[in-house]
């Protein structure tokens, strides 16, 4: 059973950064999508990044700009650089792996990590 652990999470400050990281207990060398994924309370799970093998990546609009989304291959370890964060970014993050960029994710889900951005 694969096991993903996210990683990073905390209290920020409006226009403040964090660095998310999700390791994986397996390669993800041949997982095709990689994705970061995001709860708010009282709202569904949303795909906020995802990334290819080959490195193209797409981002919901509200964090185009402003989040980055990477994979280190050989550390089986995905990131999520998260830059000007702002208070509706609050919410678990969480990551999980796809078999095609429309498929759903396949692992189950980690515990996440939480972001709060607040003053």
């Known amino acids: 059973q694969v096991q993903l652990v996210e990683s990073g999470g905390g209290l920020v400050q409006p226009g403040g950064s964090l660095r998310l990281s999700c390791a994986a207990s397996?390669?993800?060398?041949?997982?095709?999508?990689m994705g970061w994924y995001r709860q708010a309370p009282g709202k569904q799970r949303e795909l906020v990044a995802r990334i290819t093998s080959g490195g193209t990546s797409r981002y919901e609009d509200s964090v185009k700009g402003r989040f980055a989304i990477s994979r280190d291959n050989a550390k089986n370890t995905v990131y999520l650089q998260m830059n000007s964060l702002k208070p509706e970014d609050t919410a678990v993050y969480y990551c999980?792996?796809?078999?095609?960029?429309?498929?759903?994710?396949?692992?189950?889900w980690g515990q996440g990590t939480q972001v709060t951005v607040s003053s």
């Open positions: 397996t390669s993800i060398f041949n997982i095709y999508v």
């Open positions: 999980n792996g796809q078999a095609t960029t429309v498929s759903p994710p396949y692992f189950n």
